[in-house]
């Protein structure tokens, strides 16, 4: 069911929410037109987590508005974010239900060990990050949490940590906060490349003849392609016949989308990729800084094909410095700059944010951009566009870059411990039910709020990798 509307807190928008704005060059002016209302207390944390959700959807939902202005031909829409559904949104993968089943969350050898000298966090959801992990440490493929943790408890965490690395498996020690700041956004003008017109839409559907090429897995990446695939893009998601695919993942991420299966190491598969780039106006991208490169996927291979394409890309750790080629999720990005350590109870455990608020967060930020750039293309200058974005950015943002609710003590933010004056957050206003491919899903509704705006996906998520490898 849909939460009914309270009244907004009127313009202009918030600090965190002009910040992002300003970072994907949009106009000033147009943060009057964002509002805020509904139940704060989803996201309850020592960390500004609420400020950081709301504003990234808000930039979202304000980008997708100023998209429609321009292709209706109308002024831009009224965004009013309701934050009860940013919360919910945030944590969708827990609030989904499959015929009633609860996903699988994190594998039983994922999560903090006490190590000789600290604490670690591995992650060894997929099988063969675990196989992996178990291998470097001596331990047989059967081992289960007792003995991982009697292992890792009697060695040093940085020496694991390297171990893992080196071996292609994940574990990052527990640090303390970090006081590096990373850039939120990365944006680049490539040449002047003219792009194609695009025709009008109605207001619910501001990006509908845009096709995305999705490669991209996890959390982030999905997120991101979610919401492009709710304002109306053609999303083809593309996997590799190799690499395996947890169904639950999938079915959160995959609404609005279609996916396929393509080895392009195969001749046959390469071509058909070759096809679908050709008519590509974005390409987004989730995979370590370089994997890709082999396959002429390269930034500046890309823009020398295709001058007039939109490339987005997410990294874990960044683009430059001795991590930037490492694997990485939310969990271990969490571990590896504070935050871990910041949230940490009073026995000492390292403890975890509300929601994996790197991975959502970082996907609004990249379907904010990708949404900006089409505006920025067709009123200001044509060309191709280099986003970029990474875990450690919106991990610094939220540990340096958000200032503290006015009004409260630093460190605390409403609801973290006392009740922010509203109605209370009850994520039931914000799910729905849908039938599917995987069965009946109960599932979170899209956060994305402008006058005019989708309430719910056009489509389901389809069974993974089943789609065929050809644009709508």
Not at 219 to 232: E, F, H, K, N, Y
């Amino acid at each position: 069911m849909i939460d009914r509307p309270t009244p907004p807190e009127h313009g202009p928008a918030d600090r965190p929410t002009a910040d992002v704005w300003s970072a994907l060059g949009g106009a000033a002016e147009l943060l009057d037109r964002v509002a805020f209302h509904g139940a704060q207390e989803g996201l309850p944390s020592g960390l500004p987590v609420r400020r950081l959700a709301r504003a990234t959807v808000a930039a979202c939902s304000l980008a997708a508005a100023e998209l429609a202005a321009h292709r209706g031909g109308g002024p831009v829409p009224a965004v009013r974010v309701d934050e009860g559904a940013v919360a919910t949104s945030f944590v969708s993968e827990r609030h989904l239900e499959i015929d009633g089943r609860k996903p699988v969350g994190f594998a039983p050898l994922s999560g903090f060990w006490r190590t000789a000298d600290g604490w670690i966090r591995t992650h060894a959801n997929y099988p063969h990050h675990r196989d992996r992990l178990l291998d470097v440490l001596g331990l047989a493929p059967d081992a289960g949490p007792e003995q991982l943790a009697e292992t890792l408890g009697a060695l040093p965490g940085e020496e694991v940590q390297e171990r893992a690395y080196a071996a292609g498996a994940l574990a990052v020690a527990v640090a303390p906060v970090s006081e590096a700041v990373h850039p939120l956004v990365e944006c680049r003008e490539v040449g002047d490349a003219p792009v194609r017109p695009l025709a009008a839409v109605p207001v619910d559907r501001p990006a509908a003849g845009i096709r995305v090429l999705d490669l991209s897995r996890v959390i982030s990446g999905p997120v991101a392609t979610r919401t492009l695939a709710l304002l109306g893009v053609d999303v083809l998601r593309i996997d590799s016949p190799r690499l395996p695919e947890a169904d639950d993942a999938h079915t959160d991420t995959g609404f609005g989308k279609r996916s396929t299966r393509l080895d392009l190491a195969d001749p046959a598969d390469r071509a058909v990729f070759e096809g679908l780039l050709d008519t590509a106006d974005v390409v987004v991208s989730a995979y370590r800084p370089g994997s890709l490169d082999a396959y002429g996927l390269a930034p500046e291979a890309l823009f020398a094909r295709r001058p007039d394409l939109i490339l987005a890309q997410i990294s874990a750790w960044g683009w430059t410095g001795p991590w930037s080629g490492r694997r990485g999720f939310d969990s271990l990005v969490q571990a590896g700059v504070g935050i871990a350590a910041h949230e940490a109870g009073p026995d000492g455990r390292p403890g975890a944010l509300p929601a994996q608020a790197l991975d959502h967060g970082t996907g609004y930020l990249l379907a904010a951009a990708v949404l900006r750039a089409l505006t920025d293309q067709r009123t200001r200058r044509p060309g191709g566009r280099h986003l970029r974005f990474s875990f450690v950015g919106t991990a610094s943002w939220l540990l340096h870059g958000i200032p503290s609710e006015p009004g409260t003590e630093p460190g605390t933010e409403p609801g973290a411990s006392s009740h922010s004056g509203t109605e209370p957050y009850d994520p039931a206003r914000h799910l729905t039910e849908t039938d599917s491919a995987y069965g009946r899903l109960r599932h979170a509704l899209p956060p994305i709020g402008y006058a005019g705006a989708p309430t719910d996906w056009a489509r389901p998520p389809g069974r993974w990798g089943t789609d065929a490898p050809v644009w709508l």
